[in-house]
């Protein structure tokens, strides 16, 4: 079956520019992250939906960082105003079970490379 | 959570057991020790998952001490395909965003 997929796979943008990167879910996942990964580091949590409602967005760096999931499958996180710092690889995992440490397999896509120049 | 210390790289020849410790001196009685796996430009991986018991699945094998203090990874016959960073992540019941940390370089070589 299909994996979790993200689009696109490589953005370029002009600092100041908006930019909103997509993330489609395994069909019937309830949860959904988002992770931010710079260049050498582990990924880092930005927020998590619990179907459509988003639960934690305790990493989100600053209010630039916007994410939403209105129909409880796909997601975008959209970033305004894009700065350097901003240049990283983002990541989108889903997981079928709820806050359940017993089990928490997610699966991640392949990540949307970032690229603020 | 409970903090993790691991090797910065390690490297395996192919074909042998790579064996990838992973200490949590701090983890609580609540938290579960997952392992996970970043093979290059790809998202990461689950690999195994465990308590306090010995765990074993098709990917790896995963010994945690008796006083949950230290855990180590073990892929039994290490290939090529398994050249990645290795994660070693406490997972407390109340949560579950991941926190992985720097992980373990792994370098399998022909």
């Known amino acids: 079956g299909a994996g979790v997929s993200q689009s696109p796979r490589y953005k370029v943008a002009k600092r100041g520019q908006d930019v909103a990167l997509r993330c489609d879910p395994i069909?019937?996942?309830?949860?959904l992250f988002w992770y931010q990964q710079a260049l050498g580091q582990g990924p880092e949590f930005l927020t998590y939906?619990?179907?459509?409602?988003?639960?934690?967005k305790s990493g989100l760096p600053s209010d630039r960082f916007f994410a939403e999931r209105p129909e409880g499958s796909v997601s975008t996180l959209k970033i305004q105003r894009t700065q350097q710092e901003d240049s990283a690889v983002y990541l989108c995992?889903?997981?079928?079970?709820?806050?359940?440490?017993?089990?928490?397999?997610?699966?991640f896509g392949p990540g949307t490379r970032l690229t603020v120049l | 959570d409970a903090k993790t210390t691991q090797p910065t790289s390690m490297d395996c020849a192919e074909g042998r057991a790579a064996n990838l410790p992973c200490n949590h001196s701090t983890i609580s009685g609540n938290e579960y020790v997952y392992w996970y796996r970043q093979i290059h430009s790809q998202g990461p991986q689950y690999i195994i998952h465990?308590?306090?018991n010995n765990e074993t699945n098709e990917m790896a094998s995963l010994i945690i001490t008796e006083d949950r203090k230290s855990s180590t990874l073990i892929l039994p016959h290490a290939t090529l395909r398994d050249t990645a960073v290795y994660y070693c992540i406490p997972l407390q019941g109340s949560g579950d965003k991941l926190t992985f940390g720097t992980g373990t370089r792994l370098a399998v070589r022909p």
């Open positions: 939906f619990q179907n459509e409602a988003q639960l934690d």
């Open positions: 069909s019937g996942h309830v949860s």
């Open positions: 995992a889903s997981s079928r079970t709820v806050r359940r440490a017993s089990y928490n397999e997610q699966f």
């Open positions: 465990g308590l306090k």
